[in-house]
């Protein structure tokens, strides 16, 4: 200001502007580089701590069902690929496990009944019993826990092109901070949801073309600088608005 000859005594607004200005500037960089520190961390299966999120999500995802083993087909039923989930987790390392388990911890209604329909099969042309002696892989729907990792990489990716600038200086006032991050990825999980069973596709095998054109979609609508998501999280009431 002082460069500029602005006198702060008769702008004393400017001031507190360019202040909040330089703290969510400073606030996405920390944030980009505390994403890209959990995203950079592989998941150690002899790290206690690594093991203990991961045995929350089952518990949150799976109140009623006990795990038989660490090592269990039964990690399918959550939507991983295999016996061991943490080989699904080398892509984005362990932020898709903090974003998965924010999700099923601070909207576990939500969280449970996208994990319901996404075991589902995609038309009523199997009775439900006939379905539940199918193997749970062969579902007409989509993995849940990979599409979160998926749909984490979407988040961030869209966090370090700076796409995500005009939602987070619209909902942060101060500082971005993980938290905001996580609102997002849960936000973005939902809206996928519900842009899968709008796009109809045919398998899974078009998950790929239905990421891509949602992509798309996120950009077009965060190009509008009053572009943000709704302030007051609840991922189940979350969608986008024009402030």
């Not at 099923?104 to 589902?120: G, I, R, V």
Request: charged content about 25%; glycine content about 4%; some cysteine.
């Amino acid at each position: 200001m002082a460069l500029k000859k602005i006198n702060p005594d008769t702008n004393p607004q400017l001031g507190i502007s360019l202040q909040a200005s330089l703290l969510q500037i400073v606030g996405y960089r920390s944030l980009v580089a505390e994403v890209e520190k959990l995203r950079r961390e592989p998941y150690d299966s002899e790290n206690p701590e690594h093991e203990d999120m991961l045995m929350k999500l089952w518990k949150e995802l799976r109140p009623d069902t006990p795990l038989t083993g660490r090592i269990s087909k039964q990690w399918c039923e959550i939507g991983f690929q295999g016996s061991d989930p943490k080989t699904d987790f080398r892509g984005m390392g362990l932020l898709g496990l903090h974003n998965l388990l924010y999700f099923a911890e601070h909207d576990k209604a939500t969280a449970l009944q996208m994990l319901h329909d996404s075991l589902q099969p995609k038309h009523n042309e199997i009775n439900k019993p006939e379905w539940e002696q199918k193997n749970i892989d062969k579902a007409i729907g989509y993995s849940f826990a990979i599409v979160g990792i998926n749909i984490t990489d979407l988040a961030y990716s869209l966090l370090v092109s700076g796409a995500l600038k005009t939602h987070l200086y619209n909902v942060a006032p101060e500082m971005p901070s993980l938290l905001h991050f996580q609102q997002t990825f849960c936000y973005l999980m939902q809206e996928f949801h519900r842009f899968w069973i709008e796009e109809d596709p045919s398998d899974i095998m078009e998950f790929n073309r239905v990421r891509c054109k949602f992509h798309r979609r996120i950009l077009r609508q965060l190009k509008n600088p009053d572009m943000a998501l709704c302030p007051h999280f609840s991922a189940s009431d979350l969608h986008l608005v024009n402030l």
